[in-house]
């Protein structure tokens, strides 16, 4: 078992860098304390997964590192930026070309095709049309959807959806790609092919993947796992320890 | 793409161009048809009773100054006072009532309906701010939309007042209904039925559109289907 406290961190290839980050809640009059101060590093390229009960703050702390959300104290630093500084056109930039997201319901627009979908974040970012297809088709390909991309969503399964929602996370060539649960509403076969995809795409295009997640699946393929519990880390463990602990868990 | 001055700092840059918001809106429209038709309902509605009760009051003082007897007769059966020798007829400050009111009534009829679009689209809308998008390319996909509505949907209203204003009339009165119906005007009265049909749509669409824009991504994205 192995908790990364190093305060000493050779900051260079942490793409990002969670600080003594506190949220509190509003529930009623009382207030909740949902992340109890968290300290994290995520190097550039790893994979890493974010596991705990519903209700330990896995999610809220999901989503204050995609910027989601602002801590009540601490930062988040992602590529050393302070994103809690920056102004709503900053976040959307960031959003736009150094963070990609997958949610867990797939969250591809209803009312534009795959290749659409997948081209929509380019056109945030300014790139000409042509340009914008012809790596939508790309990406597209990459996922293995190439044929369907005049598809609209309700044509398309779950996994498929997925897919094109991977595809569309790597539209401007992320440094991170963030998955809530992505594999939570699709089925055993299809939730490991995208599980297979994206150790693929973190192995080939050093993307860092960070996903929160229920699915031991995840583990296998991950870098590194981090357990959290009532709002703090309770451990981390790299994939070489890991084994054993599973083997505890499937023993439960 | 743009070039990056400093390797990782921050930038504001984040575009939607014009016309790419209105192939979404217009997108978006088209695969929603039944539910843009309801919005779309009842500002034809109102508008088409705007532009009928302007066409009629262009007819009859276009009958008063025809001074066929007869037509002037069976107008005063039906309610409407003759003007004083000189003056135009307008029309009446009951109609005009009941026309503010339906517009009122329109308003309100989009503000419902639009209010259910949003929440309806809480996760789309989510998902394009997760995706970079700024509050204003939100709001200027919500009033394209609401304009396009409001230009086909006063359009259909429009002319359609009209026509049933100078159909009617000419069943009820004959050609000396039409005879002295000046084209322009009715022209002018369905432009200004356009006009604020698309107003009326607009304003409707202000409050949702707002509320859809400031929404935070990660409310939306909590939202259910």
């Known amino acids: 078992m192995m908790v990364t406290k190093d305060v000493s961190m050779e900051s260079t290839n942490n793409i990002v860098r969670v600080s003594r980050v506190v949220k509190d809640f509003l529930m009623g009059k009382t207030k909740v304390q949902v992340l109890k101060g968290i300290d994290l590093e995520i190097k550039s390229g790893e994979y890493v997964s974010i596991m705990g009960p519903s209700g330990s703050g896995k999610t809220t702390l999901f989503n204050m590192i995609g910027g989601l959300d602002k801590p009540t104290a601490g930062s988040v630093f992602i590529d050393e930026i302070d994103i809690s500084q920056l102004d709503a056109y900053e976040l959307a930039w960031l959003r736009c070309r150094k963070i990609g997201y997958i949610f867990q319901t797939f969250n591809i627009i209803q009312v534009m095709t795959a290749l659409e979908n997948v081209t929509l974040p380019m056109i945030f970012a300014g790139v000409p049309d042509d340009a914008a297809r012809e790596k939508g088709m790309e990406l597209l390909d990459l996922v293995g959807l190439k044929k369907r991309f005049q598809h609209k969503p309700f044509e398309l399964s779950g996994g498929q959806q997925q897919r094109v929602a991977v595809a569309r996370a790597l539209a401007n060539d992320p440094a991170i790609i963030l998955a809530d649960e992505p594999t939570g509403n699709l089925d055993l076969s299809t939730g490991d092919e995208i599980i297979q995809l994206l150790k693929l795409l973190s192995q080939e295009k050093g993307v860092t993947i960070i996903s929160a997640t229920h699915d031991l699946k995840m583990l296998n393929v991950s870098d590194r796992v981090i357990w959290i519990s009532d709002g703090k880390i309770e451990k981390i463990e790299k994939r070489e320890e890991l084994s054993i602990s599973l083997g505890q868990i499937g023993g439960k | 793409m743009l070039g990056k001055t400093k390797a990782n700092a921050p930038q504001k840059q984040v575009v939607l161009p014009f016309v790419k918001s209105v192939e979404i809106a217009v997108k978006s429209i088209k695969s929603r048809f039944f539910r843009t038709l309801i919005t779309t309902m009842s500002l034809i509605l109102a508008i088409s009773f705007y532009s009928y009760i302007k066409t009629n009051s262009y007819i009859i003082s276009g009958i008063f100054f025809s001074e066929d007897k007869i037509a002037i007769q069976k107008l005063s059966h039906q309610g409407y006072e003759i003007p004083v020798e000189g003056e135009k007829y307008t029309t009446t400050p009951k109609e005009r ?108 669409v202000l409050y949702p559109a707002l509320l859809a824009a400031k929404m935070q991504p990660i409310e939306a994205m909590r939202g259910r289907d």
């Not at chain 2, 009534?105 to 700024?134: H, P, S, W, Y």
């Not at chain 2, 394209?144 to 429009?158: D, K, M, N, V």
Request: net charge positive; aromatic share 8%.
């Open chain 2, 97 to 204: 009532w009941i026309l503010f009111l339906s517009l009122l009534v329109c308003v309100v009829g989009i503000v419902n309906t639009q209010l259910m679009a949003v929440a309806d689209r809480f996760r789309e809308i989510g998902t394009m701010k997760c995706l970079g998008a700024l509050d204003r390319f939100v709001l200027r996909l919500f009033l394209i939309e609401a304009t396009l509505q409001g230009l086909i949907g006063a359009s259909i209203g429009g002319i359609s007042g009209a026509a049933i204003a100078l159909l009617g009339a000419l069943i009820k009165f004959g050609r000396v209904a039409i005879a002295f119906v000046n084209l322009n005007d009715i022209v002018a009265s369905i432009l200004s039925a356009v006009f604020l049909g698309c107003v009326l749509s607009i304003i409707g």
